[in-house]
């Protein structure tokens, strides 16, 4: 069966342009894929932990993790990566953040980022373990970052799209309500997205 992961990462609440953009794409997919399983993680309702000195133990092994307290460690890492490697597509819904990622979801990339999981350290290079998967990266900004002078400050996606193919996922497309804080802009922001959502090739 299909399985989809939804990560959602803004605090806004229904005022939030990239979940407003989550909710027309799972309403698509639920038409497309009427059997496919929709796993949420809402790194708002559920905060995940920043790495620890013993959790850093218990993931940066790439041997099997023996000592039950770095296994009860290692727990919620693998239960995320669980999700992602099971998953046939990622939907990663992302505002930006002072020109970045918040942090909420830089601590998911840091679980599930891991060696001997998503990743293998191969020769003098690394081989991504899940390829194979598509991502969609659902992004909302006050700014207009897609083209224009303000093009280069944009550190979310090109740092997504990275992060993502080093742990072998190559296949992306992005979606954007962008102009979120300029008067003019942000009133065809989402509406735009959602036509983006709907020419997204699924
Ligand atoms: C803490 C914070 C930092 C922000 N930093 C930026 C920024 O650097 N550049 C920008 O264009 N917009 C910035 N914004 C505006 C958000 O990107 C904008 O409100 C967007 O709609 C957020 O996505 P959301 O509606 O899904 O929450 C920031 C907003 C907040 C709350």
Redesign the pocket.
Known sequence: MMQILIVES???GI?????KLTDKLRERLEMQYPEARIIERDLVKDQLPHLDQLTLRAISTQDSVEAASLKEAAYLSDRLIDELMMSDLLVI?C??????IPSSLKAWIDHIVRPGKTFNYAGAGVEGLAKGKKAILVL????V?SEGP?KS?DSAEPYLRQILGFIGIEDIQTVR??G??IPPLAIH?VPNGEKAVDALVI
């Open positions: 803004s605090p806004r005022e939030s342009a990239s979940r819904a505002p930006m953040w002072n020109f970045g909302a900004s006050g700014g970052f303000w400050w309500a962008e979120m804080n922001a």
